[in-house]
């Protein structure tokens, strides 16, 4: 693919007001009466090459296992197309990041056929990405990431055929990418353009120039925005979630004709569809996702491969201590219904972000928390991976009624990483609305007892904790903070307060008890 092309159709969807008929049919492949292709696709990976413990389980995921998988899945099918969604690193968590970077990416030379560029794609500057990038067979691919002169930094699609059939395969940046990559690491000058002013332009060039039978987006958005991009540019067949960490089945998007499937994080889901067609045309789309549970087969190679590289790790001294006990958890610090309810986990957090900040209430998003903690002895690493990011608590003097703006904006995420996790508020959600509002008395209550509450007075002041990110960075929270009378940053950094807790606390533990319902 010469960048001829590359640049006209992106200079289409930065200039062009594309027509409201943009979902062309794909030209008939003749000759053919049913052929199925089957996407394979992971995302979130962002270093968890061991299996561990996730839904109550352990042996889960691992890098070892879904290579199998994969391995198997094109053994056996000719027509199986292999796909990443980015995100295959994270700065600072787990250590193995650090240690090794992309190491794990050649491993997929001959087994994936394209990957989207994710935000932490860049953790390590561009330098080195461009190092990792050299080291694989495979595109990696980013629309909306332009230079000074707006033309692409990355490929922004490729196309994939398998028997007869040409698929068109996209990915975009975020919306949040601007604030999540800095301009250090990432060439300078560059920039993010919104997915929906790309995206018309990318599939009227596939369906009309390189005359593609079907189209699909491989990320890396939030959920929310992906759901939008399909409801306003027709034309995509499937989007492969990522970004969001969600797990999603498949299914398809009301009011449209997109399919979208998100296989979780961590390599503990596979998504898996297939895509029939009929003397060419796309006919029926089905599948699901794929658990990688501890009952299926790992790669020998890999597996020894991986259980090599993290004895090293373990024995170099610039990481021994992530690997050191932090003290124990009398339960398991669950993270089930993190983004759509209570949780044990999100509880344990913020009651303890709340106090030590000394507010009424403390909010996170979901974002904020990946995995559960086990029940017994826990490490760094284990603690670093259901809250990875070091969060900066703010602290916000605000009215009953921004308050209650915060809380409708969550209870109208629910269900996605945009949803927050809560200490001293008690509310129901009716409606896509926070109800029933009660708020803690006072800082130092018990966020668990129910008549430490009072309801909420819009007229009145409150002391609000959130995160950094929460406040400054997720989309609709940052205008809504943005309205505090007041912001006092309180030093406390989250990772750093719950590992001091885990260690002069334990064994530590918390339950549900309703203040979500």
Known sequence: MSRTPLVRALALALGIVVAAGLALLPTPAQGQSSTTITLLHTSDYHSHARPHYSDGEYGVGGLARVIQYLRDEKAANPNAVILGGGDTMNLGTPAWSDKYQCAEWPLFNGLQDAMAFGNHEADYGWARFEECRAGVTYPILSAGFVSETNEPI???WTVVERGGIKLGIFALTGSDFEKLIKPADRPEGSRFIDGEKVAPAIILHLRQVEKVDAVVSIGHRFYEDDVKLAQDVPGIDVILGTHSHRKEDLKQIPGTNTWIISPFQYFEYVSRVELTFEDGALSTVGGGLVRMGPDRPEAPDIAQQVASMQRDLEADPQYAARFERLGQAVVELSDANISSGESVLGNWVQDTVRSAAGAQVALSTASSFRASIPPGDVTVEDYLTAVPYKNLVLVHEMTGAQLQQVLDLSASKLGTDSFSQASGVRYAIQDGKATDVQVLAAPTGNPT??????PLDPAATYL?????????????YNDLFKQAASVTETGIVVNDLMMQTLRTA??????????VR
């Open 464 to 476: 609000v904790a959130t995160t950094d990110f929460q406040a400054r960075i997720a989309p609709g």
């Open 506 to 515: 334990s064994p530590v533990g918390a339950a549900l008890d309703g203040r």
């Open 449 to 454: 007892d129910p008549s430490a509450f009072v």
């Open 154 to 156: 990355l490929r922004p």
